[in-house]
Nanobody, 125 residues
Framework: QVQLVESGGGLVKAGDSLRLSCAAS????????MGWFRQAPGKEREFVAA????????GYADSMKGRFTISRDNAKNTVYLQMNSLKPEDTAVYYC??????????????????WGQGTQVTVSS
């Protein structure tokens, strides 16, 4: 089973960039597709981005396309979320998640069965 630990969150200003990392334990990391989700206060958890086990396929929420980039380094058992041109509405707790394999349902929260504890991202105006 894989365990996930996010890092890299913090307080930034609008327009700044931030890179989140999610370190995974286990020897089968490359068999898991990985997703980033976020949850703002009073709102439901929403999909941000996902990447297949080998990194060859990615998917993004429409509002993040062009600003956020997901990547992974399987040698380091780590997945990243590069966030550029941050906006105050990007303020949320960001979670990474893992699931076995890759299908077109990568944007669905319930498809993932391993979750990290989350990292807070706060964007000031």
């Amino acid at each position: 089973q894989v365990q996930l630990v996010e890092s890299g969150g913090g307080l930034v200003k609008a327009g700044d960039s931030l890179r989140l990392s999610c370190a995974a334990s286990g020897r089968t990391f490359s068999s898991y597709s990985m997703g980033w989700f976020r949850q703002a206060p009073g709102k439901e958890r929403e999909f941000v981005a996902a990447i297949s086990g080998g990194g060859g396929s990615t998917g993004y929420a429409d509002s993040m396309k062009g600003r956020f980039t997901i990547s992974r380094d399987n040698a380091k058992n780590t997945v990243y979320l590069q966030m550029n041109s941050l906006k105050p509405e990007d303020t949320a707790v960001y979670y990474c998640a893992a699931r076995w394999g890759w299908t077109g349902n990568y944007y669905i929260t319930s498809e993932y069965n391993r979750w990290g504890q989350g990292t807070q991202v706060t964007v000031s105006s």
